[in-house]
């Protein structure tokens, strides 16, 4: 007895610590292949062991928590390039404007051509600006809207004012179409007159001359803002994409009007953070209709 207790109980716990440790093994090899996965290797994964077990649940989990990192990591670094190429344009017209108008000695007019379109270029530069940080803000979690109740009737009839005044200067008849009672929704007043200013201003760039766009409310449960056009339309193939970061129809169009393609982008994001959807529908030739409802 004196002898074959102790024998037994270290057998056993010799035993105990082989089986363990044989047990945990794959643990050890999936800590030290994540402990190597860092921000440039995101596209590597963990081996999976077919094991049906909780090993393996652990193995996918990670693998599917790196899928969604990686996509997160791209799409970021997609936005920088993006940002980058598009200031690069206007910071390059800008310096080769001055640089030629200071060539030579030029008459006062020639001055001033040349720092009326320094002017124009700088303006179209920091509403990019302000839009890129809109939206850098809202993927950082930061730009937080405090929402109350208020009239969209009003909201509509005021952002409708100043679309009437755009519109004229383009020959585009502004219609607005709102109901006579209020209709409450719980919002933030400043980002909803930039999500149907971004609607009216696009249904005024994308229609031509003697065309209409029609603003109109819609009071009953749910409410519903939609702003319609009679311009160029969308082609179907980019239709499912105008809501995306950079994204434009017909780039060489676009950039006379003076659009980067993000005001779409945040008006998605300003109607979700209203727990409200957005959508667009369009005929090329024409017109196009957006539309957003509220919950
Ligand atoms: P932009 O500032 O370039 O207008 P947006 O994000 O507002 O960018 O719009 C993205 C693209 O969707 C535009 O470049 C344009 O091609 C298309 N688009 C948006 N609104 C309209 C509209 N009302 N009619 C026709 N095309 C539109």
């Not at 996965?37 to 193995?59: K, Y």
Request: glycine share 6%.
């Amino acid at each position: 007895m004196l002898l074959s207790i102790p024998i037994t109980l270290i057998a056993a716990a010799l035993g105990g610590y082989a089986i363990s440790r044989q047990a945990l093994s794959p643990v050890d090899a999936m800590t030290s292949e994540a402990a190597a996965i860092g921000i440039g290797n995101l596209s590597r994964r963990l081996v999976v062991p077919r094991t049906g077990d909780e090993l393996e649940r652990l193995a996918s989990t990670w693998n599917h928590m790196l899928d969604r990192l990686e996509s997160a990591v791209k799409q970021l670094t997609q936005f920088t390039a993006d940002a980058s190429h598009e200031l690069r344009t206007p910071v390059a017209l800008i310096r080769t404007t001055a640089e030629l108008a200071l060539r030579r000695p030029r008459t006062a007019e020639d001055y001033r051509e040349a720092l009326r379109q320094i002017v124009e270029e700088s303006e179209r530069t920091s509403r990019l600006v302000d839009d890129l940080l809109t939206l850098a803000r809202a993927d950082a979690g930061r730009a937080l809207l405090s929402t109350e109740p208020l009239d969209l009737t009003l909201l509509v009839r005021d952002v409708c004012e100043q679309g009437m005044i755009l519109g004229a200067a383009r020959r585009v008849e502004v219609h607005t179409e709102t109901p006579l009672t209020p209709v409450t929704v719980q919002g933030n007043p400043p980002a909803l007159r930039r999500l149907l200013f971004i609607l009216l201003d696009n249904a005024i760039k994308y229609t031509s001359e003697g065309g209409k766009v029609t603003v109109s409310l819609r009071g009953e449960n749910p409410a519903v803002l939609s702003v319609a056009d009679t311009g160029i339309g969308i082609p179907p193939d980019a239709l499912p994409h105008v809501f995306e970061r950079f994204f434009r129809a017909d780039p060489s169009r676009n950039r006379d009007l003076g659009g980067a393609g993000l005001g779409l982008a945040i008006a998605r994001w300003i109607a979700e953070r209203h727990n409200a959807t957005i959508a667009a529908e369009s005929t090329p030739g024409l017109g196009s209709t957006f539309r957003v409802t509220f919950p």
